[in-house]
Structures are given as structure tokens and as C-alpha cells.
């Protein structure tokens, strides 16, 4: 059982909007920052968003990250087929003293 | 960049030892994760380091078995694995942090531990 929960899947079809949700709690997402990784089929995790909200050098603007309270977002516009992936959140929790991530979500697209 | 090393075949009980060597960013500044993801299974954090080396914290399943440790003149984290298990069997990643001890910028590609005997 993850400490951050994601949906087990989503789907859109190509050029469609998705989001993915992250829920945490006041301890985790809702005093730090979130992050949101990018796992294509048998290679690394790949960082797409960090602090919430910023992308690292390389990462298309379709790919969007925001927060809010004890919950966190990710969004992708323009959903091409090389997205599909599982996508992770993470953050660190103040009161477990403790990394933690969200179980994956595995995004299809149509 | 981040690089790992040190991965391999180990038997169950024996150690090992990882490394992660940072280049083009000023590695004394950031703390630094340890994080692992068993064969088709989800990230895991493992353990963080401060960036000047007086705080750590593990988790639960490698406390009192693993131990974190940095050489910043050498721009070096370290991951002592001891009494090692097949369910440490995972690929090993060193990231470093944001802000308090966020998820960083910086993420290597990786190195395989396979216990097994």
C-alpha cells in the first residue's frame, strides 16, 4: 500500500488532455514539494516535473505539473503514442521521515 | 550527471557496496536519495543523506543492514549494503534533493543488485 495515492490507469486518445491524480496528506504533498516521473517500458524513471511544478530542461510544455492542499496533478495535452508509460509521483513525508511514492499510473493512449 | 556502480550478483547474507559519482553541479550543496525499484515493481525510497553528511535517514525495511555515506572531495555517495536479501533485489538509483528533502533535479540511470544464491 503506497503512502501517495495514484489511479491504477487512465486513457485518452491521441491529441487528448489526461490528468493523473497524486493524493497525500498535510505531512507529504501538503508541506513538500512533489515531483512526477516518466517510466517507458524497461528503462530508467525519467523526471518530468520537480518543485511542484517546474520542468527539467528537454521536457515538452505539454507536460504540466500543479498542486494543491494535500493533492498533486500532473497533466499531459497533446497525448501522442510515445507517452504511454506509468507515470509516478513522489515527495517526502515530514512525519514518517520517509520518502514516498505514489503506486503508478499506467496511461494508454487509444 | 549521476552515475552509479558497484551492481552485481550477491548471495544472500553477503554485502555490497554502491557507488554514485556526480559531475557537472556542485555536489557538497545537495542532499542525496537512495531509491530502488524491484523487477516489476514501484519506486522505493531507500535512504537520504544531508548534503554535508550529519543527517540520514533510512527506511524501515534496510534500517540497521544499509548505510549511507558521502566523500564530497570526491563527489561520491555511498550505499553499504550488508546482510543483503533476495527481496533487496531491485535497480538502484541516486537522486538528489530539493528542497528539504524533496525529490531533486539530478537522477542517475541506475545499477542492478541481484540477490539470489
Known amino acids: 500500500q503506497s503512502v501517495l495515492t495514484q489511479p491504477p490507469s487512465v486513457s485518452a486518445a491521441p491529441g487528448q488532455k489526461v490528468t493523473i491524480s497524486c493524493s497525500g496528506n498535510?505531512?507529504?504533498?501538503?508541506?513538500?514539494?512533489v515531483s512526477w516521473f516518466q517510466q517507458l517500458p524497461g528503462t530508467a524513471p525519467k523526471l518530468l516535473i520537480y518543485?511542484?511544478?517546474n520542468r527539467p530542461s528537454g521536457i515538452p510544455d505539454r507536460f504540466s505539473g500543479s498542486r494543491s492542499g494535500t493533492s498533486a496533478t500532473l497533466g499531459i495535452t497533446g497525448l501522442q503514442t510515445g507517452d504511454e508509460a506509468d507515470y509516478y509521483c513522489?515527495?517526502?513525508?515530514?512525519?514518517?521521515?520517509?520518502?514516498?511514492f505514489g503506486g503508478g499510473t499506467k496511461l494508454t493512449v487509444l | 550527471q549521476l552515475v552509479e556502480s558497484g551492481g552485481g550478483v550477491v548471495q544472500p547474507g553477503r554485502s555490497l557496496r554502491l557507488s554514485c559519482a556526480a559531475s557537472g553541479f556542485t555536489f557538497s550543496n545537495y542532499g542525496m536519495h537512495w531509491i530502488r525499484q524491484a523487477p516489476a515493481k514501484g519506486l522505493e525510497w531507500v535512504a537520504v543523506?544531508?548534503?554535508?553528511?550529519?543527517?540520514?535517514y533510512f527506511a524501515d525495511s534496510v534500517k540497521g543492514r544499509f548505510t549511507i555515506s558521502r566523500d564530497n572531495s570526491k563527489n561520491t555517495l555511498y550505499l553499504q549494503m550488508n546482510s543483503l536479501r533476495t527481496e533487496d533485489t531491485a535497480v538502484y538509483y541516486c537522486?538528489?534533493?530539493?528542497?528539504?528533502?524533496?525529490?531533486?533535479?539530478?537522477w542517475g540511470q541506475g545499477t542492478l543488485v541481484t540477490v539470489s544464491s
Open positions: 537522486a538528489t534533493t530539493s528542497i528539504g528533502y524533496s525529490y531533486g533535479y539530478f
Open positions: 498535510s505531512s507529504n504533498i501538503g508541506k513538500n514539494y
Open positions: 543523506m544531508s548534503y554535508d553528511g550529519r543527517n540520514k
Open positions: 518543485d511542484n511544478n
Open positions: 513522489g515527495t517526502w513525508d515530514t512525519s514518517l521521515i520517509s520518502g514516498v
